[in-house]
């Protein structure tokens, strides 16, 4: 998979994973005492970068040989240049 590819992946996840923030903050406000969750943004944001990241690694490792730390810091990068998008949805 070339660098192209990659960040049409990771830009559709994005996509995806922003699509459902209005759902998850409403379904975490709902849930906030059994959840024990302070800070319902927070959380939100957080479970949204971790699908985001788990995804890019998973693509990551469907290579034959281990991913270096090239790789993965470039995928980390693309991944980074979309934080103030996400958190603009998510605490706006």
């Known amino acids: 998979m ?3 590819e ?3 992946i990771i830009t559709q996840t994005i ?3 922003v699509a459902t923030i209005p759902s998850y903050l409403e379904d975490i406000k709902q849930n ?3 959840l024990n969750v302070e800070n319902p943004q927070e959380f939100v944001y ?3 970068m971790g ?3 788990g995804m890019s690694g998973a693509l990551l490792s469907t290579k034959e040989e281990m991913p270096t730390v090239e790789e993965q810091m470039k995928v980390r990068d693309m991944i980074y240049k979309y934080i103030p998008e996400i958190r603009e949805q ?3």
Request: hydrophobic share 50%; glycine share 10%.
């Open 51 to 53: 699908m985001v990241l």
């Open 15 to 17: 996509n995806g994973a």
């Open 2 to 4: 070339n660098e192209e």
């Open 90 to 92: 998510i605490f706006n």
């Open 46 to 48: 957080g479970m949204i």
């Open 6 to 8: 990659m960040e049409l």
């Open 32 to 34: 906030q005492k059994i």
